[in-house]
T-cell receptor
């Protein structure tokens, strides 16, 4: 079992729709959770992070965390073609002696069709 | 967020040569930097954690003698791929960390012929 799992997709949604991206993790000691967006040939850019159970909203993006179910998701409202990219879920386990180590999922490719 | 630069952005070399990649934290003193590798269609894999003034910590399966890391100052970490081979061709990305966030450099595309 991978530590961080995502459906590789592609996930295809029409422009203006809500895109829902999901991520599960295996280590219950995980403390913080990140969503990154990566365009082809570019490095990842941070969208948002979440530490506490519940929802966190930032503009068109909402992250949802459920530690009991070991599940984190990202909702993108009013999806735009420019949102087409690979979305990476990352988890910070803060394993001993290595603060800040991020474990990445394989990423979900999102396609927003005009 | 923190601004991170990498140089070069792209390098092509012959098999057997060594390649040095620089990672600079432009507006932040980074005691810790991370080096990742990403093969096509795959996710980022952490290679090592670079600590200013001390030895890097390598992830399991990463050869420390092949991937030399030097973090001599709070703004610069270097990764040297020694005796590069075609299987080392990949996208190498560094990152720095603020309190709780990691910011990535633009990456270096290495192609070994």
């Amino acid at each position: 079992q991978k530590e961080v799992e995502q459906n590789s997709g592609p996930l295809s949604v029409p422009e203006g729709a809500i895109a829902s991206l999901n991520c599960t993790y295996s280590d219950r000691g995980s403390q913080s959770f990140f969503w990154y967006r990566q365009y082809s040939g570019k490095s990842p850019e941070l969208i948002m992070f979440i530490y506490s159970n519940g929802d966190k909203e930032d503009g068109r993006f909402t992250a949802q965390l459920n530690k009991a179910s070991q599940y984190v998701s990202l909702l993108i409202r009013d999806s735009q073609p420019s949102d087409s990219a690979t979305y990476l879920c990352a988890v910070n386990r803060k394993s001993s002696g290595n603060t800040g180590k991020l474990i990445f999922g394989q990423g979900t490719t999102l396609q927003v069709k005009p | 967020g923190a601004v991170v630069s990498q140089h070069p952005s792209r390098v092509i070399c012959k098999s057997g040569t060594s390649v040095k990649i620089e990672c600079r934290s432009l507006d932040f003193q980074a005691t810790t930097m991370f080096w990742y590798r990403q093969f096509p269609k795959q996710s980022l894999m952490l290679m090592a954690t670079s600590n200013e003034g001390s030895k890097a910590t390598y992830e399991q399966g990463v050869e420390k003698d092949k991937f030399l890391i030097n973090h001599a100052s709070l703004t610069l970490s270097t990764l040297t791929v020694t005796s590069a081979h075609p299987e080392d061709s990949s996208f190498y990305i560094c990152s720095t960390m603020t309190v709780n966030e990691q910011f990535f450099g633009p990456g270096t595309r290495l192609t070994v012929l």
